[in-house]
């Protein structure tokens, strides 16, 4: 048992070059969501999954697209990187709605530059 | 829309002593969790406690306890007997539909 994995660790990239930041979880989780975390301000939701199909943003989602036709993976798409999109990112899951416990995995460092 | 505020940027506490980190939060919804999470400076996120809003107990796990008081709408974190390896960011949270909105954390220094 995994929990959360996020692939790769770290990434350089150009301004308007495109990734995918990968997320999968082996726990079954209906829900998942995608984090950005920036000097000061905390963790902010970028979009989020209730189940296979089914995405929706969350308070930072300009710039990025996630699709989860799994119920394992959730990616995380930059389709034309800006230095604003430096940051560590965090993809998170859980069993439910319930949010009693929110299992992180254990972060993605992007610079674009 | 849910809000949390830790009004402490940083906070320093010796070896051994219980220290107090702040958060409040402000929600309209009637059923919502409070978390608090430890960031060291290794990066991960790591759940330390949960208080649910009907809980009538104030949440505990070993040295940490949450201090809930729902109409004051605090959720404080208290560690007792903090060791050197407490040091590290700490950051409350709460539960919206699925996902968790959190405050911009303290940074917690516990010197020997």
């Known amino acids: 048992n995994a929990g959360v994995t996020q692939t790769p660790k770290f990434q350089v990239l150009k301004t308007g070059q495109s990734m995918t930041l990968q997320c999968a979880q082996d726990?079954?989780?209906?829900?998942m969501s995608w984090y950005r975390q920036d000097p000061g301000m905390g963790l902010r939701l970028i979009h989020y999954?209730?189940?296979?199909?089914?995405?929706d943003q969350g308070e930072v989602p300009n710039g990025y697209n996630v699709s989860r036709s799994t119920t394992e993976d959730f990616p995380l798409r930059l389709l034309s990187a800006a230095p604003s999109q430096t940051s560590v990112y965090f993809c998170?899951?859980?069993?439910?709605?319930?949010?009693?416990?929110?299992?992180f995995g254990p972060g993605t460092r992007l610079l674009v530059l | 829309a849910q809000k949390i505020t830790q009004t402490q940027p940083g906070m320093f506490v010796q070896e051994k002593e219980a220290v107090t980190l702040d958060c409040t939060y402000d929600?309209?919804?009637?059923?919502?969790?409070l978390f608090w999470y430890k960031q060291p400076s290794s990066g991960e996120m790591i759940f330390l406690i949960y208080?649910?809003?009907?809980?009538?107990q104030n949440a505990t796990e070993g040295r940490y306890s949450l201090n809930f008081q729902k109409a004051r709408k605090s959720a404080n974190l208290v560690i007792s007997a903090s060791q050197l390896g407490d040091s590290a960011m700490y950051f409350c949270?709460?539960?919206?539909?699925?996902?968790?909105?959190f405050g911009k954390g303290t940074m917690l220094l516990v010197s020997p």
């Open positions: 998170a899951s859980q069993r439910d709605r319930v949010v009693e416990t929110q299992y």
């Open positions: 726990m079954n989780h209906e829900y």
């Open positions: 999954s209730v189940g296979a199909g089914i995405t």
């Open positions: 929600t309209s919804d009637q059923s919502y969790g």
């Open positions: 208080q649910g809003s009907y809980d009538e």
């Open positions: 949270a709460i539960t919206g539909y699925s996902t968790l909105t």
